[in-house]
């Protein structure tokens, strides 16, 4: 009897072993998740699209306009009546339904297309940021290429350059700055861990 408890010890001990290096293998990579847009959105405006996504190149994602204001990304939904824009699975706001007043225009990305980056990104602190997809500016000689979100009065977070892919955990230089008379200066930049890639 014994030796069957002991059996059984073992058996959970290796089983718990197994989860915890699981568990860290996974904080250790980054995580890509391909979005698929909910159709359970109830807000609904109006509007249409000219041409496809810059913050998320793929077939079926579009540049939109209600008005003046240019909303991008659009995602494709069952019903081709609509189109699901800007949602945001982190927080849980799935975006809002865009009834279209003109066709969809063809896409110009590859079915097959793939791309180092994503149309959100979350950072190992909790911060989120969005692909620059209208003008941008450089900082000692790199792009701006993700607006992050900030709550610091007068200063921007921003993503310079690309991600490192090297590995699986990515990582990027989030960099705080101030826009003066001059253009923009920078404050501070580290390299950070990316959490989180949705594309």
Not at 73 to 93: E, L, M, Q
Not at 100 to 106: A, F, G, I, N, V
Not at 173 to 179: G, L, N, R, W
Request: proline residues 8%.
């Amino acid at each position: 009897m014994a030796k069957v408890k002991w059996g059984w010890t073992f058996v959970l001990i290796l089983f718990l072993i197994f989860a915890a290096l699981t568990v860290f293998a996974e904080e250790q990579a980054t995580r890509i998740i391909k979005f698929v847009p909910t159709t359970h959105v109830r807000d609904v405006r109006e509007g249409r699209c000219w041409t496809s996504s810059i913050a998320a190149p793929r077939p079926d994602a579009w540049r939109c306009m209600i008005g003046n204001e240019i909303v991008d990304p659009c995602f494709a939904s069952t019903d081709r009546n609509f189109v699901i824009c800007n949602p945001n699975p982190p927080k849980g706001y799935p975006g809002f339904r865009l009834r279209l007043t003109e066709p969809l225009p063809r896409s110009e990305i590859p079915a097959q297309s793939a791309y180092d980056g994503g149309w959100l990104v979350e950072l190992a602190d909790g911060t989120l940021c969005r692909p620059a997809t209208g003008a941008s500016f450089e900082v000692k000689g790199k792009a701006a290429s993700y607006y992050c979100d900030s709550r610091q009065k007068g200063k921007d977070i921003v993503l310079l350059g690309g991600f490192d892919t090297g590995t699986p955990l990515w990582t990027a230089e989030k960099a705080t700055i101030v826009q003066g008379p001059r253009g923009p200066s920078l404050l501070s930049s580290q390299r950070i861990a990316v959490k989180t890639v949705w594309q």
